[in-house]
């Protein structure tokens, strides 16, 4: 096992069943802009990260675990990884 570089997407997004105030705020802006056909907006945010790793695999475990201990809110926001080489 050589490992490598690998490119891990990270998608951080509020609850879906907690208030999403950012989200709102965009809505409320978009549709006083004239966008009246938005019906609502959950606001997040989307993380790239290089991670060097022995295997994909690991590169997924060490993206959780930065996501569990900073990345993320356990709390109010769930995560998703993607990763590629």
Known sequence: MSGGAYTVEIRVMPRASLLDPQGQAVQ???QALGFGEVASVRAGKHLVVQVQ?????????KARTMCDRLLANPVT??????VSP
């Open 28 to 30: 409320h802006a978009l």
């Open 53 to 61: 790793a022995a295997t994909r695999e690991e590169a997924a475990a």
């Open 77 to 82: 926001e769930d995560y998703e990884c993607s």
